[in-house]
């Protein structure tokens, strides 16, 4: 198993946290096809994952305690960017999988046998 980004104990900047590496170092295989590829594992994995970690931790918190909303507001607000940043790894990798599973881009096998033409 390759790596999909710098591990997280080499970060040393968000972007290096946000932005995978250029491709795996076995195969070559290009993690990012073009320019905005991750757009939609952003909108389409991070941001319903996030906002539903949110909504159903504000929906615990208020259920379980006797407070008023808006000490609960930041009570579940800070969890759920702390849970944005920590995850947006995840969507990415998750995105990337289920890409590759549906398109998996893979190389064509090389001829079998001499090539015509040749000697």
């Keep these: 198993m390759s790596p999909l980004f710098v591990p997280w104990y080499k970060t040393r900047s968000v972007r290096d946290w946000y932005t ?17 590829y991750f757009l939609m594992a952003i909108w389409g994995v991070h941001y319903f994952v ?3 970690f949110g909504l159903l931790l504000g929906l615990l918190l208020e259920h379980l305690l006797d407070m008023n909303v ?5 009570l579940a607000a800070v969890p759920t960017v ?17 890409d590759h599973f549906f398109d998996p881009h893979v190389r064509p096998p090389p001829p079998a046998g001499p090539v015509k033409g040749s000697g």
Excluded at 25 to 33: I, L, S
Excluded at 70 to 74: D, G, K, R, S
Excluded at 82 to 98: E, P
């Design 20 to 36: 995978p590496l250029d491709g795996c170092p076995r195969c070559g295989y290009g993690y990012e096809r073009e320019e905005g």
């Design 50 to 52: 996030v906002a539903g």
């Design 70 to 74: 808006w000490l609960i507001v930041p």
């Design 82 to 98: 702390l849970f944005g940043f920590y995850f947006a790894r995840h969507a990415k990798a998750i995105y990337l999988a289920v």
